[in-house]
Structures are given as C-alpha cells and as structure tokens.
C-alpha cells in the first residue's frame, strides 16, 4: 500500500492539516496521477467556509496537472508516463442527460457528486487511523497523488508546462468555455465580462479568440481592469465609479452589448447582465452565490427575447477542449502565465485560501516537486 501526503479538511472553518494518507489497490478503471500543480478555485473556499457541505474528512482541490503515474487493468486513454490535465465531470455516458448531450447534467455524477466518492462508492483514501477520506469533485488534488476515473485524466502536450496546465481544469475551461462553446459570439460582437478573476479574465480571451469586436471588462479593481487590458478588453470599467450598463449601451450606439458573461458572483452583478445585454442578446452567467439567496430583477430588463443561461463548466468536452487549450496556450494565442499570482507550497495551503477573500489577484497555484 502506498502512502502519500495530503491536506486534509477535518471540520469547516479550521486549516486542513496535512495528514499522511493511504492508498488502496486500484480498480480496473482508476488511473492514479502524480500532481505537480493545483489551483485554489472560489468552490474549495466554499467548503471550507461551509456554505457548501461535503462528507469530511475530505481532500479539496479540484483543478490540478500531473503525470500518470499508474493506471488500473480496464483503464482507457491514458497511459502511465501521460502528462494530464483533470476534469471534475466524469460521467456515466448512458443516462437521460448523457444521451442529451449534457454530461454536466448527468445523473450518476449529480447523484454521487455529494458523497465525494468514486462512482462504484468505494473510498480509495484512508487516514493512518483508519477512517476513509472523501475527494472533492471525484478529485482532490491538494495531494502528492490522486486516484481519479481513466475519463477524468486528459493528456495535453508534454511541453504544457504544469502550473498553467492545471487552471485548464477548471477556471480557464469554465471562461473561455462560456464564450467559445455557448456565447455564439459573432464576429464583431460587443462582449461584456463582469468580474475578472482568472474564469473572466479567460472569458475576455475566450471572447478574443471568438472574434468579438468590442470587449467589455468590468471589475472593481484597477490591477485586474488593467490584467483583462492586456488579455484582451479594449474597453473597461470600473464599477465602483462608472455605469457599466451605461458604457455598455455608449459602446454599441445604445442597444446594448451582444453577449455579457458575468463571473464575479454577486447580485449586482447579476442584475447588471440583464440590463446591458441588448434585445435577443445573450446572457451567461457562471458566478453563483448562496444558493438559498433572492436577486431582484427588473422585470422590463428580462423582457425582449433575451436568452439568459447558467453554465458552470463551459459546456465542457474535456478531451476535445483541454487539449485545444493547452495548444492555445502554447502557440501564444491563449495567455495564462498573467493568470498566476501566486505558487505556494503544499504546507502553505491555508494561507493561500486566507488570502482568497481578499480579492487577491487570481490564482494561487500549488506546486509540487
Ligand atoms: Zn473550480
Ligand atoms: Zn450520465
């Protein structure tokens, strides 16, 4: 039995510990991954803030890159030695939503997605004392090591180097993914993101690479409005002193812009999508707040053929989107080095979920040797 380092989340609102973990043999489909990189994303914060209830003890981490490092007898599509990028959508393939083409939907993953347990329901994890330790997502990647589904392990370019691989696991499919594979953004389209965190300042690229003419940031923070500049925004705002809904319609002879991605999770964020999408426009929102929270609208803001859709994956194919990104971001169309603020180590955990809150500038990235 192999045995591994990992941090693990014993009860919300306290530091996760990192406890020594073991190993169980692994089952003909699991492929185990040697982690060099994972991100800290908004939905770990989630957890341990407890706003969002999982089993504990648990390993977070849900946005991560490595190395296959062994794989079960049945396992498909990778092999030991692959570089991979994870994905946290794996999927049965035969159910109501899987034959309707939305994997994100699908019912064995909503249904086992709140035990944080492989499919088959079999922890792989346990702790030296014996209790069995759940992963988040059906990852957990803040860990020397993850047992993951052979769909989950994407193999990208063995150049992508691991830090910037990793956010493609998640923020940066999640971004780019709302503009490339839903926003049907037109060529020349005005694109509003609001928020521009590392999911909106890959929806501003993923609007860039789409053909938006005119791209809209918004944000309350002047290094991250001049981050979305760089990525790709000609146009941005300020919220806190300018009217995004009326630079929106200034920039558009007053209709009103195409496509507005919102990514900054709050209600007036929310509220702003619908008064700035023009008629027949398109509205993608990818933030969430508390789930038991009311968002006004007003009503004459909904009105007028607006198509307003919620997605948290971007409409994610992992093994047809993570290698496109990964190749994206080799050939320099895709940037993601601006995306990193800070790599930590795996001891220094909770002082990058610590800093989160603060709106630190995007993400903080776990490395590993
Ligand atoms: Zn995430
Ligand atoms: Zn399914």
């Not at 060099?36 to 994303?41: D, M, N, S, T």
């Not at 990028?85 to 393939?93: A, E, F, I, K, T």
């Not at 496109?324 to 795996?346: N, Q, V």
């Amino acid at each position: 039995m192999r045995s591994f380092r990992a941090a693990v989340l014993n009860e919300p609102q306290t530091p996760m510990s990192i406890a020594s973990v073991s190993l169980a043999a692994l089952k003909p489909t699991d492929v185990l991954v040697r982690i060099r990189a994972a991100g800290l994303c908004h939905t770990d914060l989630e957890v341990i803030e407890g706003s969002l209830r999982y089993p504990l003890p648990i390993v977070l981490g849900h946005e991560a890159a490595g190395v296959v490092e062994q794989v079960g007898a049945a396992a498909n599509g990778v092999k030991p030695g692959d570089r991979v990028v994870l994905s946290w959508n794996p999927h049965c393939g035969h159910c109501f939503y899987c034959d309707r083409d939305a994997p994100i939907l699908c019912e064995q993953y909503l249904g086992e997605g709140s035990k944080a347990l492989p499919f088959d329901g079999e922890a792989r994890l346990s702790l030296s004392d014996g209790r069995m330790l759940q992963q988040l997502m059906f990852l957990g990647s803040f860990a020397e090591y993850c047992v993951v589904a052979d769909q989950q392990a994407i193999p990208v370019p063995k150049e992508m180097p691991f830090d910037r691989a990793c956010l493609i696991g998640c923020g940066v499919m999640t971004g780019v993914g709302a503009a490339l594979n839903l926003g049907a953004i037109a060529h020349g389209d005005a694109v509003m993101v609001i928020g521009c965190g590392a999911v909106g300042l890959s929806a501003v690229q993923g609007a860039r690479l789409a053909g938006a003419g005119t791209i809209i940031a918004v944000d309350l923070d002047p290094a991250k409005l001049e981050l979305a500049r760089r990525l790709g925004a000609g146009v941005v705002v300020n919220a806190s002193s300018d009217d995004a809904v009326a630079v929106g319609k200034r920039e558009t002879g007053g209709r009103g812009v195409d496509v507005v991605i919102e990514a900054a999770g709050s209600s007036s964020a929310f509220r702003i999508t619908s008064e700035a999408v023009r008629p027949g426009g398109q509205v993608i929102w990818l933030g969430k707040i508390d789930v038991n929270k009311d968002v006004s609208f007003r009503w004459g803001s909904l009105m007028q053929e607006k198509r307003i859709r919620r997605v948290s994956y971007g409409n994610a194919r992992p093994r047809r989107d993570f290698p496109l990104l990964a190749r994206a971001y080799l050939d320099g169309s895709l940037m993601l080095d601006e995306l990193i603020s800070r790599r930590i180590g795996l001891e220094e955990i909770n002082d990058g979920f610590a800093a989160m809150p603060h709106g630190e500038t995007n993400r903080s990235v776990v490395v590993f040797d």
